[in-house]
């Protein structure tokens, strides 16, 4: 079951919001709401503009023209610091510190924001939400695997409670039980905490399980946008349907194959 969530994830909201690199045009005139609370997917080809977009959401990025609104509010006035506190960002390779322990990874957020009180218990309470055993706290983090450091990314991300989660290709460098494993259970974390999370991922499969709305972009722009079910029954475009294509053909295959034995 899909249940609303109490959202305190804020809404989202895009106005012709575009950025251009010289002559190619990375976003293109893209306007867009989300509803707090929701889980959105951004997938397309590789260099379709997704890392882009989700970057001008959180200010890695700025946009050569439009705006940005989190809750209402033009992230370009807001305090850069507070707007980094406020959303998590994970992405491939998610880059731990390796000469730190896990803990201080997890807490550097907090300590960035000069929040000195009760961070061991932050940190116990965040590797419990990510599942991973608190003895890990005061190991370094080469000496984890790279699910394990995946999972370290999204507590991380998670110390200053943020509403909103953006997350680039989270899992795309991990083996696929780990990888269906983690989508899982941070979908399931999504919906506990009530955030609004968007995810880039190139794997339409992943952004079918995980999202309850997915835009598919192209050259920039936001070529379909629909539920998964919509795009499992078809007509939203072709570029959505060359990429619900790839999974359907391999769930065919591995029906046709079954019933052989
Ligand atoms: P995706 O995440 O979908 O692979 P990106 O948003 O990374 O796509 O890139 C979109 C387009 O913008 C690509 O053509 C890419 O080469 C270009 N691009 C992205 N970032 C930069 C940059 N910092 N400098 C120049 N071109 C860039
Ligand atoms: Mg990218």
Redesign the pocket.
């Known amino acids: 079951m899909n249940s609303v969530p109490s959202a305190s994830g804020p809404a989202i909201s895009l106005k012709n919001v575009s950025r251009e690199?010289g002559a190619?045009k990375?976003v293109d005139n893209v306007s867009l709401e989300i509803a707090a609370g929701s889980f959105v997917a951004l997938v397309?080809l590789?260099?379709?503009?997704?890392?882009?977009?989700l970057k001008m959401i959180n200010r890695l990025v700025d946009p050569s023209a439009g705006k940005v609104l989190i809750a209402g509010e033009n992230v370009k006035v807001a305090d850069p610091h507070v707007l980094r506190r406020r959303i998590g960002y994970v992405f491939q390779n998610i880059g731990l510190f390796p000469h730190m322990t896990i803990a201080r990874n997890i807490a550097i957020g907090l300590e960035l924001a000069g929040e000195k009180n009760g961070r061991r218990e932050r940190v116990m309470e965040l590797l419990e939400l990510v599942e991973l055993p608190k003895e890990m706290a005061s190991r370094m983090a080469h000496q984890l695997s790279g699910g394990q450091q995946q999972r370290v990314g999204v507590a991380r991300a998670l110390a200053t409670r943020p509403g909103l989660m953006l997350m680039d290709e989270p899992f795309g460098a991990l083996d696929p039980v780990t990888r269906d494993s983690l989508a899982g259970q941070y979908k399931a974390l999504h919906e506990k905490l009530g955030l609004t999370t968007i995810i880039?991922t190139h794997d339409m499969a992943e952004a079918l399980y995980l999202a309850d709305r997915i835009l598919v972009?192209e050259g920039?722009q936001i070529k379909a946008d629909a539920t998964p079910a919509e795009l499992l029954s078809g007509g939203v475009g072709d570029e959505a349907e060359a990429l619900v294509a790839i999974p359907r053909a391999q769930a065919a295959h591995l029906i046709a194959l079954s019933k052989k034995t």
Not at 46 to 53: C, E, F, V
Request: glycine residues 26%; positive net charge; aromatic residues 6%.
């Open positions: 690199y190619i990375a397309g590789s260099g379709s503009g997704k890392s882009t977009l880039v972009m920039g």
